[in-house]
């Protein structure tokens, strides 16, 4: 199942993925992860808006140690220690298949799961294990599946 968090109080802003992931249940480090689109308020060194693989161990580390807002970004899932070749790196906002009515996949293949920064105003969750999906409701009752959700 697919889900998207909008117009909600429950969070101080949209994409701060501590967040995110405490809601979820999971850990950035049990993944590695390409992130791409990327386009945040961190000013810092230790991260930049160039696509980029991270191991799950660098994203903990970063999102525990910053807070940040992921005003535009796609994160994709990957088990442990697997990097594809990106020919075309997910995108964001002009990605048509997040409001196409149907249940899409993560865009790059074989990722297990995408998690998209909307705009400052949107968690997107693709293709996520049931549990975590249902944490994620529990945590945020105002999440309610992306196909029910017309642009």
Do not use: C, H
């Not at 967040?19 to 990327?38: E, H, N, P, R, T």
């Not at 992921?70 to 990106?86: D, H, L, M, T, Y």
């Not at 899409?104 to 975590?132: M, N, R, Y």
């Amino acid at each position: 199942m697919n889900i998207i968090l909008e117009r909600t109080n429950a969070v101080p802003f949209f994409t701060e993925m501590r967040s995110v992931f405490k809601a979820l249940g999971m850990q950035a480090g049990d993944y590695d992860w390409f992130v791409s689109d990327i386009e945040t308020n961190y000013y810092g060194s230790n991260f930049t808006s160039k696509d980029q693989w991270i191991t799950g161990e660098a994203l903990e580390r970063f999102i525990n140690e910053n807070t940040v807002q992921f005003i535009w970004a796609v994160f994709s899932a990957f088990p442990k220690g697997v990097r594809i070749q990106v020919e075309v790196a997910p995108i964001v906002e002009d990605y048509a298949g997040y409001w196409s009515g149907i249940e899409v996949a993560p865009q790059l293949k074989d990722a297990l799961f995408e998690i998209a920064a909307w705009d400052s105003s949107a968690t997107i969750l693709v293709g996520l294990p049931a549990e975590a999906v249902e944490k994620f409701i529990k945590a945020y009752p105002d999440a309610k599946p992306l196909i029910s959700v017309a642009r």
